[in-house]
């Protein structure tokens, strides 16, 4: 049995590597995707101080860590941004230290897979989604990684990796560093000024008024406009960024939070996921919704004010050709 020092101390660790200002924890069943956010069970504020994380858990969430649950942690920073690297080969963190890129914190999550993060000075969303998908495809990890974290010092509970004395490994911490990463930073400004370039020459791609939306049918349109830009400025998203992104740019454009939790519910192309999971697909949808009304969407919102004269010049320009103007 793992005594509650010793999960402190595999906790250190991690903070240590990730430094963030907090952690959003949620404890999670191995045998499906159901889970909650321990915090809100207990009635706590969202993100939780890196010194109580281990006792919050504890006190709020035996329960389920006696049924075999475990605790994923999101690091929450405001001065900087981390890049989750999951789902590593054998030897792929070695590689990528003798490549010169410094991950802040690395750990061992069962047998033959391992987790790396790189960290930055902090960069908004936007920007954030193409650095994570272009090193995504460097160093060949998992595209569906969320950035949250398996905690070490716990055991992953999944069914397959269960021993035949009915043991499980333990996630392991393996480096702590804490250090940014110089390579990724040069990463981040290659994206930017790759995003800058492509959003200037697709911009006349835009033909979309914030007075046009008013109905589910405008949103649809308006919906297939903005995929336009966004594949032309950013690349072809995942389909959980894709979502993401699309919140952001219809609120830009005038839409109300009711009206892009109705667009993420009917129009998003993860629409063959519904028959699955009915009430999981809705509750998503209103999740990131509200995300896109949130911090984390006036944040987005920051980097897209950057085109935002370039966006209007084009609409004034449409606009005077419409009216036969000069």
């Not at 389909?239 to 839409?255: I, N, Q, T």
């Amino acid at each position: 049995m793992t005594k509650i020092y010793d999960l402190k101390a595999a906790f250190s660790h991690f903070h240590a590597g990730m430094q963030a200002d907090g952690y959003s924890v949620t404890l999670r069943d191995p045998t499906s995707a159901s889970g909650f956010n321990v915090s809100k069970r207990a009635g706590l504020p969202d993100i939780i101080a890196p010194g109580d994380v281990i006792d919050v858990i504890i006190k709020y969430g035996w329960s389920a860590l006696a049924q075999g649950w475990s605790p994923i942690a999101r690091p929450r920073s405001s001065s900087r941004t981390i890049f989750q690297l999951d789902d590593l080969p054998p030897g792929a963190i070695e590689s990528m230290i003798e490549a010169g890129w410094r991950p802040c914190y690395t750990q061992c999550t069962s047998p033959s897979k391992f987790q790396a993060a790189l960290a930055v000075d902090h960069v908004d969303d936007v920007v954030r989604l193409e650095v994570r998908r272009r090193l995504v495809g460097i160093f060949h990890a998992d595209p569906g990684a969320t950035g949250a974290y398996r905690l070490p010092g716990f055991q992953n509970r999944k069914p397959k990796y269960k021993a035949y004395d009915g043991s499980y490994p333990r996630v392991t911490p393996l480096s702590w560093s804490g250090e940014t990463c110089p390579k990724t930073g040069d990463l981040v400004a290659a994206v930017m000024a790759d995003m800058a370039e492509k959003a200037a020459a697709s911009v006349r791609h835009i033909d979309l008024d914030p007075e046009d939306i008013a109905t589910l049918d405008d949103l649809a349109a308006a919906w297939q406009r903005l995929e336009h830009h966004a594949y032309k400025a950013y690349g072809l998203p995942w389909k959980s960024e894709h979502d993401w992104l699309m919140a952001v740019m219809l609120r830009y454009f005038g839409a109300v939070e009711d009206e892009v939790r109705e667009a993420l519910t009917f129009l998003s192309p993860r629409h063959d996921l519904r028959s699955k999971n009915e009430a999981g697909f809705e509750r998503a949808a209103a999740i990131t919704a509200d995300r896109a009304f949130g911090d984390a969407g006036d944040e987005a919102l920051e980097s897209l004010e950057r085109f935002h004269w370039l966006w209007e010049r084009d609409f004034d320009d449409e606009k005077k050709i419409a009216g036969g103007r000069s």
